[in-house]
């Protein structure tokens, strides 16, 4: 692949980068860099775009502003946040019309600048960056990166802008959505608890759930506590003999699940009564997917 | 003593997450013995206006890889990082840098 994107990188004159996550986003510059071509960068999530160009008239790369990469869990990826696509739109006719400008020997704005657009204030912000750094390990005076390397590595992500999958449960922790439906329909008693947040709730859910959104179950909400010892109360009233309340715990893809069943693991017998707690694979999407195609995707 | 300063100071690109989404604040620093440079800047938001998860904020006595600090909207690289000396009514910006697309 990296010979690949090295000879496809020198095939061309400018660079424009597109992609969606932060190892590409340092492969593509380092191979800017190392074949001298200019890259036009923007990026868009949520109601915010940023743009500049890299590795341009002598300014600064993508490295000398980001020597480190971030930390894997605060890089918030599209699906998590939300992408629109008028945003995305603006971000990239803006970066067309620099690759043009460049294209036609006209100078790109954006050289050691970076454009901000909050979409939400319909406001555009240039800022001045930093010079090309001495000590950048690609472009600076005695630079140690002199080839392209693993890139996923180095940033301790995939190369994706897919939702990871966690895996925090045994199997005997979890319920596939077809086994889920079938407790549904033999109508064995249950609670169905859905962690996702307020404003995914409201935009779908599946109409016999409770909700209590994980944020409240990690930081022991009171209100939301008792809310569910009630609810757990309630059906332990219409089951018989010894049996624990049965709680399955969905999201929308089944990783917060996850995290929700072994907290719920922790309050069983204390803060909760006995419990068993499960939570269902793949949650709403997978619910979406393989059980109930009208059921909204987001 | 240094007398108490008001400043502005703007999170973005994800970081007004960490600060109930709240994009612009207005703060005055009290006063002390010395001026207030950024580094202390840092400790002073931490304690009086970060409502979670630090970590995602700052790491060390700086902000974590991937927020990029603007003093007067300009890079804070060029004027001198966490040894900057904060002046009445400047405006710090915290942007975390977005990588989607």
Redesign the interface.
């Known amino acids: 692949m990296f010979a690949f994107l090295t000879t496809c990188v020198f095939m061309y004159d400018i660079v424009a980068d597109c992609s969606d996550n932060v190892p590409t986003r340092y492969l593509v510059n380092d191979a800017c860099v190392l074949s001298g071509k200019p890259l036009v960068s923007a990026s868009a999530l949520r109601m915010e775009g940023q743009l500049t160009v890299y590795n341009y008239n002598g300014g600064p790369c993508y490295r000398c502003l980001y020597p480190v990469p971030p930390p894997p869990e605060t890089v918030t990826n599209c699906s998590d946040g939300g992408v629109l696509g008028v945003v995305v739109g603006v971000m990239g006719c803006l970066q067309a019309l620099e690759v043009l400008k460049i294209a036609s020997g006209q100078k790109s704005s954006f050289g050691q600048q970076l454009l901000m657009f909050d979409a939400q204030d319909s406001r555009f912000r240039c800022i001045k960056l930093r010079a090309k750094q001495a000590g950048c390990v690609v472009c600076g005076e005695t630079p140690t990166v002199t080839e392209l390397q693993d890139y996923e590595s180095f940033c301790g992500s995939a190369a994706t802008d897919k939702c990871r999958r966690l895996n925090l449960l045994s199997a005997e922790q979890r319920v596939s959505v077809q086994e889920y439906k079938s407790i549904v329909d033999c109508g064995t008693p249950h609670l169905l608890l859905d962690v996702r947040p307020k404003v995914e709730v409201d935009i779908c859910h599946l109409p016999v759930s409770i909700k209590i959104p994980l944020a409240s179950l990690e930081d022991q909400n009171a209100d939301h506590i008792n809310f569910l010892k009630e609810k757990i109360s309630e059906l332990k009233l219409q089951m018989s003999s010894e049996l624990q309340v049965p709680v399955y715990v969905v999201c929308k893809l089944g990783n917060d699940s996850q995290k929700a069943v072994q907290l719920l693991e922790k309050m069983s017998g204390t803060e909760l009564e006995r419990i068993t707690v499960k939570d269902i694979i793949g949650g709403l999407m997978a619910w979406a997917n393989k059980i109930d195609p009208s059921f909204p995707k987001y | 003593m240094a007398a108490p300063i008001a400043i502005h100071l703007e999170f973005?690109?994800?970081a007004e997450l960490l600060f109930d989404g709240v994009k612009e604040h207005h703060v005055t620093l009290p006063s002390q013995s010395e001026p207030w440079d950024v580094k202390q800047l840092l400790v002073w938001i931490r304690e009086n206006l970060l409502k979670e998860r630090p970590?995602?904020f700052v790491q060390g006595d700086s902000v974590?890889?991937?927020i990029?600090v603007?003093i007067n909207?300009?890079?804070w690289?060029?004027m001198g990082e966490l040894e900057y000396q904060l002046q009445d009514q400047d405006n710090i910006?915290f942007?975390?840098?977005?990588?989607?697309?």
Do not use: M, N
């Open positions: 973005g690109g994800g970590e995602l974590r890889p991937g990029l603007l909207d300009a890079d690289e060029l910006v942007i975390s840098t977005l990588h989607g697309g």
